[in-house]
C-alpha cells in the first residue's frame, strides 16, 4: 500500500488559492463582463461594460454568495483530504490562500463597478449592499472551510450541507451562465432537474460519509436535511424579491415579498420533497454499503 507524506504548510496556501479560483468558475466562463446595472451613469453595451472578478448584481446576488461559498468549501474539503506536517499552520495557510483571491476579487470589482456607477445616494446603498453581501459571504465562507476541513465529522457534516446548499446555484451558474440565452428543450429540462437534485446528493453523500453512530452525527444529519428543506426555499425567496425591478426601490415591500414566496414555498411538499427524499434515500443506501464493507473486510481479516 502507498502512503501519503504529508504535505508542508506553506503548500496549503496555493492549495487555497486554487480552490477559491475553482469557486469563481461559474463567472469566469461568462468572460467577466459585469451584468449591466440599473445605476449606470452612461448607457452602455453589454459588450463594453467593465472586466470584474465578481458578479455584482441585484439579479445575480445569489451566485454572488455561491462562488464564494463553494471556493472555500473545495479548500475544507482539500484540507481534511490531504495530509499536513502541522494541521494548524497549513489550515491558517490554506483559509489565507482563499482569502487572498476573494479579497482581491472582492476590491477589484468594488472599485470598478464605483466608477461606474452615477452619483447619488441609490448607488452608495446599492453598492454597499452588494459589498455587505460579499464580505458576510466570504466571512461565512471562513467558518465551512474550518468545519469541513478541522472539525469532527458532525460539525463537518453541518459545514458540508451549508455548502451543498450553495452548490445548486453554483452549478446553475456553470449549465445557464449568466447572459446565456437558455431554450426550453429536453436538455435544458434534464439540466435543471440535475440542478435541483444535486444538493440532495451532496448531502446524501455526506450523511453516508459522516455516519449516525452518536447522538451529535444524527442531530448533524437532521439539521442537514433541514437545511436541504429550508435552504433553497430561502434562496428562491430571496431570487424573486431581488429579481423584480417594481420593488427594487421599496425595500421594505421587497422583504416583504421575499417573506410571502418564502412561506408559501415552505408548505408546498412538491417542492422540496421530492428533492429530501432523494437525500435520505442516498445516506440510507451509503450508510448501509459502509456497514457491509467494513463487516466484510472484519471477517476477511
Known amino acids: 500500500m502507498l502512503s501519503r507524506q504529508p504535505l508542508a504548510s506553506l503548500l496549503f496556501l496555493p492549495l487555497g488559492a486554487a480552490a477559491a479560483i475553482v469557486g469563481l468558475l461559474p463567472w469566469l466562463i461568462t468572460g467577466l463582463r459585469l451584468p449591466?446595472?440599473?445605476?449606470?451613469?452612461?448607457?452602455?453595451?453589454?459588450?463594453?461594460?467593465?472586466?470584474v472578478l465578481l458578479p455584482f448584481?441585484?439579479?445575480?446576488?445569489?451566485?454572488?454568495?455561491?462562488?464564494?461559498?463553494?471556493?472555500?468549501?473545495?479548500?475544507?474539503?482539500?484540507?481534511?483530504?490531504v495530509p499536513a506536517r502541522h494541521p494548524l499552520s497549513a489550515w491558517v495557510a490554506l483559509e489565507s490562500g482563499v482569502l487572498l483571491v476573494q479579497v482581491i476579487a472582492i476590491v477589484q470589482t468594488a472599485v470598478t463597478v464605483s466608477r461606474g456607477l452615477r452619483a447619488g445616494p441609490d448607488s452608495t446603498s446599492y453598492l454597499g449592499a452588494l459589498v455587505g453581501l460579499s464580505i458576510g459571504g466570504m466571512l461565512l465562507g471562513v467558518a465551512v472551510t474550518a468545519l469541513i476541513a478541522r472539525a469532527p465529522k458532525g460539525g463537518a457534516l453541518f459545514g458540508m450541507a451549508s455548502a451543498a446548499i450553495a452548490?445548486?446555484?453554483?452549478?446553475?451558474?456553470?449549465?445557464?451562465?449568466?447572459?446565456?440565452v437558455v431554450s426550453g428543450s429536453l436538455l435544458t429540462s434534464v439540466l435543471s432537474e440535475i440542478v435541483r437534485f444535486a444538493p440532495a446528493v451532496v448531502i446524501g453523500v455526506a450523511i453516508a460519509w459522516c455516519g449516525i453512530?452518536?447522538?451529535?452525527?444524527?442531530?448533524?444529519?437532521?439539521?442537514?436535511?433541514?437545511?436541504?428543506?429550508?435552504?433553497?426555499?430561502?434562496?428562491?425567496?430571496?431570487?424573486?424579491a431581488l429579481g423584480s425591478r417594481v420593488l427594487a426601490h421599496y425595500p421594505r415591500e421587497m422583504l416583504d415579498y421575499a417573506v410571502q414566496v418564502f412561506r408559501s414555498a415552505l408548505v408546498m411538499p412538491e417542492l422540496w420533497a421530492p428533492v429530501v427524499g432523494v437525500a435520505i434515500v442516498i445516506a440510507a443506501v451509503g450508510i448501509v454499503g459502509v456497514r457491509t464493507v467494513r463487516r466484510r473486510a472484519a471477517a476477511a481479516g
Not at 446595472?37 to 467593465?50: E, F, K, R, S
Not at 464564494?68 to 474539503?77: E, P, T, V
Not at 452548490?167 to 446565456?180: E, K, Q
Open 36 to 51: 449591466l446595472q440599473n445605476l449606470w451613469a452612461t448607457a452602455t453595451l453589454p459588450a463594453d461594460m467593465p472586466i
Open 57 to 81: 448584481s441585484q439579479y445575480s446576488a445569489v451566485l454572488l454568495v455561491a462562488v464564494l461559498w463553494i471556493g472555500a468549501a473545495i479548500a475544507g474539503i482539500v484540507g481534511r483530504a
Open 167 to 180: 452548490f445548486g446555484p453554483w452549478l446553475s451558474g456553470m449549465v445557464f451562465p449568466i447572459n446565456a
Open 213 to 240: 453512530q452518536t447522538v451529535g452525527r444524527v442531530i448533524a444529519a437532521i439539521v442537514s436535511l433541514v437545511l436541504l428543506w429550508v435552504g433553497p426555499t430561502v434562496i428562491t425567496a430571496v431570487s424573486a
